[in-house]
């Protein structure tokens, strides 16, 4: 058994000179030919990073789902950039503030994601 972040992965040699590869539940992932040990650290390593990339996304689908239409319902876009411009404010504006903030924030996300999987200096 190999340790890696979030269980154990299981490395068994097969005949034919190819590896497979397994996590705790003992369903195959995948075989490959690993044919020294540096490789197969080498693998968890990768195992381990695809983990970190794999969170991440999981955070953003997450934040995906967080304002429903059946509880935050589309308003009436005309009537709210006519109400915004009385006031000197552009939709596109709040549009632009709105958006800058949400994909910063998931940028945020994937950027840490990728320092912890050592992709992204």
């Given at each position: ?77 005309k009537?709210?950039a ?40």
């Open positions: 058994m190999i340790e890696y972040t979030k269980g154990k992965l299981e490395v068994t040699a097969y005949d034919g000179g190819w590896t497979g590869i397994k996590v705790e539940d003992g369903e195959l992932l995948f075989k490959l030919s690993l044919n020294n040990e540096a490789n197969a650290e080498r693998l968890v390593k990768v195992w381990n990073e695809y983990d970190e990339l794999v969170e991440a996304l999981e955070v953003i689908v997450s934040w995906s789902k967080a304002y429903p239409i059946e509880v935050f319902p589309e308003p009436d876009l009537r709210v006519e109400i915004l411009k009385v006031h000197g404010i552009t939709l596109d504006a709040v549009s632009a503030s709105a958006m800058r903030h949400v994909i910063e924030s998931a940028g945020k996300i994937a950027k840490q994601a990728l320092k912890k999987a050592r992709i992204e200096e």
